[in-house]
């Protein structure tokens, strides 16, 4: 993610709102807020009952990955007060605030000045922001990142959250990676990750959990991220095929007492490398559309659980 690999090549006009609703929890919610209507609308009597009852099962068989209570009731629960019950069932993350840094932005590259004014860290000076990396094809992080981001924004919002972002597109430049941690502290979340993949030498694999070392600013909030970062790692493992890094950290996880993300947030916060771009079979899984929605359903997962 360090690395200054300029982007090439991208149109970046390829990134349209319809694909960031185009998350793997889309069918879940659809089918949730049709139970609900359907329940509603439908005539009194036996038929009622027997409708509510299949949409019903309908939803829960639909629903996926920890949250399905909060979309479909058990099929016991339905009953001849379907309606009562659909609505007051609550959403996970009802009240909730999640912050969601996309590292890099598609322009980057573009404003060499801006990138290397100095900012403070927490720790040091160090570089405003960087390009991020890129595969050897040129599909680059801050694609990658935004990508992930905006299906993740997506089911946090249908799981009841409020989202807050450090960027909002992948075409302009900025913000400085200590603008992005206020930009989230200010928010006050309950939560908070930030999303990169990593630029690494290609016979390297595997993804890694970042974790703040307490200097100050996070003190308050290193043992929560500690756990946050193993809910995420735990979810990587089940609900992708990434294997942990097999030359960064230790299974999976690392101590940064470097990056501006961690060693300022007042929220709890990790910072995930989801993969190696330089190395094919990494690089094959990160541009793909199904693996970028895997990791936003992995976060998603591993917010609920946290908040839990
Ligand atoms: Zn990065």
Sequence with gaps: ???STTSRGLTLAEIGHHRLRDSPFAGRGQTGRITLAAVVLRPRGKARVAVAALLAAVAAAA???GTASAYADP???VGT?????AAAAPLPLAGKIVGIDPGHNGRNHTDPSFLNHQVWNGREQEDCDTTGTATDGGYTEALFNFQVAGYLRADLIKDGA???MTRTTNDGI???VNQRASIINASHADVAVDIHADGAPSWGRGFTVLEPVADGPNDRVIASSARLAADV???MLTGTAMPVSNYDGKDGT????DLAGLNLTTVPKILIEAGNMKNPADAAMLTSAAFQRQVAAVLLRAIVMFLR
């Design 162 to 164: 409020r989202v807050v």
């Design 254 to 257: 690392k101590l940064r007492d």
């Design 75 to 77: 099929p016991a629960a």
């Design 233 to 235: 790692r735990a979810a």
């Design 63 to 65: 629903a996926g990955c």
């Design 1 to 3: 993610m360090f690395h």
């Design 81 to 85: 007060r379907a309606p009562a019950v």
């Design 174 to 176: 900025g913000p400085c």
